[in-house]
Nanobody, 119 residues
Framework: VQLQASGGGLVQAGGSLKLSCAASGGGFIIEDMGWYRQAPGKERESVATSREGFGTYADSVQGRFTISVDSAKKMVYLHMNSLKPEDTAVYYC???????????????WGQGTQVTVSS
């Protein structure tokens, strides 16, 4: 499984961005998909995860970010509204998956996309 993320960029505070991530490969089932971020000098943190149609969010983005999944296309999106300078980070998509007929769950990271929010 490979992940390809896109959609990062520079935006002013209060603006919006949409991140996209596509999973490619064959013969696998997705368990969950999500987004993490890592700001300079900080640890990578979970931003949002979607599992079985339900999204969970970090407190810092609750009410501003929305995660959505297109299962048929194996894509995950992160809709980011009311962006703040503290949202500036490299955003990584993440998927947990398993091969058909197997129970072992694997994880794959995308390459990261930079989001910069100016004040």
């Amino acid at each position: 499984v490979q992940l390809q993320a896109s959609g990062g960029g520079l935006v002013q505070a209060g603006g919006s961005l949409k991140l996209s991530c596509a999973a490619s490969g064959g013969g696998f089932i997705i368990e969950d998909m999500g987004w993490y971020r890592q700001a300079p000098g900080k640890e990578r943190e979970s931003v949002a995860t979607s599992r079985e149609g339900f999204g969970t969010y970090a407190d810092s983005v609750q009410g501003r970010f929305t995660i959505s999944v297109d299962s048929a296309k194996k894509m995950v999106y992160l809709h980011m509204n009311s962006l703040k300078p503290e949202d500036t980070a490299v955003y990584y998509c993440h998927v947990r998956w398993r091969y058909y007929g197997r129970t072992f769950v694997r994880a794959t990271w995308g390459q990261g996309t930079q989001v910069t929010v100016s004040s």
